[in-house]
Nanobody, 124 residues
Framework: QVQLVESGGGLVQAGDSLRLSCAASGRTYSNHAMGWFRQAPGKEREFVAGISWTGSATIYADSVKGRFTISRDNAKNTVYLQMNSLKPEDTAVYYC?????????????????WGQGTQVTVSS
């Protein structure tokens, strides 16, 4: 079993940047694709970004493309989400998730384990 712990969330102003981290422990995760999702109050959880287990392939939601960057350091068992030019509509709880497969997908149901989430609030 792999455990995921997110960190790095907080309260920022529009236009600011934040970097989220997702630390994995337990059974190896280095051959798992990873993803970041978010859920705003009253809304369904939505895909943000995903990365293959080698880090060679990444995918992004259109709403964050060009502003967010996902990366991973398998030596540190950590996945990152660099968020730049933040907007109030980026406010949500951000979740890290793992998938026992090479490639990431946008489908929430295809991820096998999840972290507890970290709150990101962007004020206008």
């Amino acid at each position: 079993q792999v455990q995921l712990v997110e960190s790095g969330g907080g309260l920022v102003q529009a236009g600011d940047s934040l970097r989220l981290s997702c630390a994995a422990s337990g059974r190896t995760y280095s051959n798992h694709a990873m993803g970041w999702f978010r859920q705003a109050p009253g809304k369904e959880r939505e895909f943000v970004a995903g990365i293959s287990w080698t880090g060679s392939a990444t995918i992004y939601a259109d709403s964050v493309k060009g502003r967010f960057t996902i990366s991973r350091d398998n030596a540190k068992n950590t996945v990152y989400l660099q968020m730049n030019s933040l907007k109030p509509e980026d406010t949500a709880v951000y979740y890290c998730a793992g998938r026992r497969s090479f490639a990431a997908t946008m489908a929430t149901r295809e991820y096998d384990y999840w972290g507890q989430g970290t709150q990101v609030t962007v004020s206008s």
